[in-house]
Each structure stands twice: as structure tokens, then as C-alpha cells.
């Protein structure tokens, strides 16, 4: 596609229920990054996909956040008993090599209730 | 681990006015990225600066890297409402991008 999809746009959850974010990337971009951005704050880095090489998951905050990618194609980030202080904009990058060329979706608000 | 530390965290100028945001790291940078984020959008890329003392500007946009290559400052001149959000700086750490606390830019009439 044209940009990074992300969806969906929006999600308002109960505490403790699952929740699946899904990003789009680029076509032919190796590289996938997630980040988390809480109210007022930065965005802080939680998982980096580079083609078919392991997973750099150093970012993920506990064992309640996964993430899969499927080639060089979509991802999901899965939050498993979501909590309220889960509540934030989560947002995807992808690039074609490493840092450079860095593309943001527009993220998905996640508000737990 | 890599931390960049941004001022300041809020910002509200007349337009017309030049403002300045700092982005000071805790080790010295290889490639330091300024993003502005609007309301419920992604990051637009602004630039990129990878030698010390390197200036590059855009428009009304000047971001410098200093010789230690350390901190980096962003610098708009004769501030527009179109100025208005959110300003990050990343930097390059270990093939991902790291990013600072951010500036909320407010710019009124």
C-alpha cells in the first residue's frame, strides 16, 4: 500500500479482555517496528522485526504482550488481560533497511475501561 | 541504555515568535531524527543529523547537532499555527529508533 495501515483506529476494551492491534506495512519494506505512547509522554519501543531474522523483543513491558509477523507482511500485537494502565496510542513503523526511511502509521487508540 | 531527554516538555508561543526545543542524550549520537506528531496522526519525518556541528533547515525549521555530538537543538523562526504539536527527537540505537520525552508546541494568534 501506499502508507502504513494501521487497525483498528480506535478500541475501547474491558479490563482483563484480549486485544489484537494489526499494522500494515509498506510493501517491501524488511523492517517493523512497535511503539507504545502514553498520554503526554513519548513513544517508548516494544518490538523490531527485520525480515526473517529473530525478533528484537528487549521492549515489551511484560509476558501479557506478544507479537507476530508473517514474512514481510502484516503484524499483530497481541495484549492478553489487558490492564487499565495498557490505555495508550500504539503506534507501527516500517522502513525499508534499519532507521532510515522510518514510515509511522497513524496508531491505535487503546483505551481499557 | 541510550536516553534522550527533551525541553522543554511544553511550549506555548505568539505567532510570529522563534522558539527553540533541546534534545540532550545520555551517550553520544550516530544519527539523531526530529518527528512533529499532530493529534491523532503518525510521525512526519523532518530531518536527519549525523555529524558534529551539521545544520539543516527546512523551510522555517533549523536543527543543529552539536560537536560532541550530544544534544541537539530545533529551532522554528516566525512560529505559524501550522507549527502546532508534538516534537520528538530519536536517535539511532541498534537498528531502532529511540525517542525522547517530547515538546508540546501550542501556537496562538
Known amino acids: 500500500g501506499a502508507g502504513v495501515s494501521q487497525s483498528p483506529s480506535n478500541k475501547v476494551t474491558e479490563k482483563g479482555k484480549d486485544v489484537e492491534l494489526r499494522c500494515d506495512p509498506i510493501s517491501g519494506h524488511t523492517a517493523l517496528y512497535w511503539y507504545r505512547q502514553r498520554l503526554g509522554q513519548g513513544l517508548e519501543f516494544l518490538i523490531y522485526f527485520q525480515g526473517n531474522s529473530a525478533p528484537d523483543k528487549s521492549g515489551l513491558p511484560s509476558d501479557r504482550f506478544s507479537a507476530e509477523r508473517t514474512g514481510e507482511s502484516v503484524s499483530t500485537l497481541t495484549i492478553q488481560r489487558t490492564q487499565q494502565e495498557d490505555s495508550a496510542v500504539y503506534l507501527c513503523?516500517?522502513?525499508?533497511?534499519?532507521?532510515?526511511?522510518?514510515?509511522f502509521g497513524s496508531g491505535t487508540r487503546l483505551t481499557v475501561v | 541504555s541510550q536516553e534522550l531527554e527533551q525541553s522543554p516538555q511544553s511550549l506555548i508561543v505568539q505567532e510570529g515568535k522563534n522558539l527553540t526545543i533541546n534534545c540532550t542524550s545520555s551517550k553520544t549520537l550516530y544519527g539523531l531524527y526530529w518527528y512533529k506528531q499532530k493529534y491523532g496522526e503518525g510521525l512526519i519525518f523532518l530531518m536527519m543529523l549525523q555529524k558534529g556541528g551539521e545544520e539543516k533547515s527546512h523551510e522555517k525549521i533549523t536543527a543543529k547537532l552539536d560537536e560532541k555530538k550530544q544534544q541537539s537543538s530545533l529551532h522554528i523562526t516566525a512560529s505559524q499555527p501550522s507549527h502546532a504539536g508534538i516534537y520528538l527527537c530519536g536517535a539511532d540505537d541498534t537498528d531502532k529508533l529511540i525517542f525522547g520525552t517530547g515538546t508540546r508546541l501550542q501556537v496562538f494568534p
Open positions: 513503523a516500517s522502513s525499508l533497511v534499519g532507521v532510515r526511511g522510518y514510515t
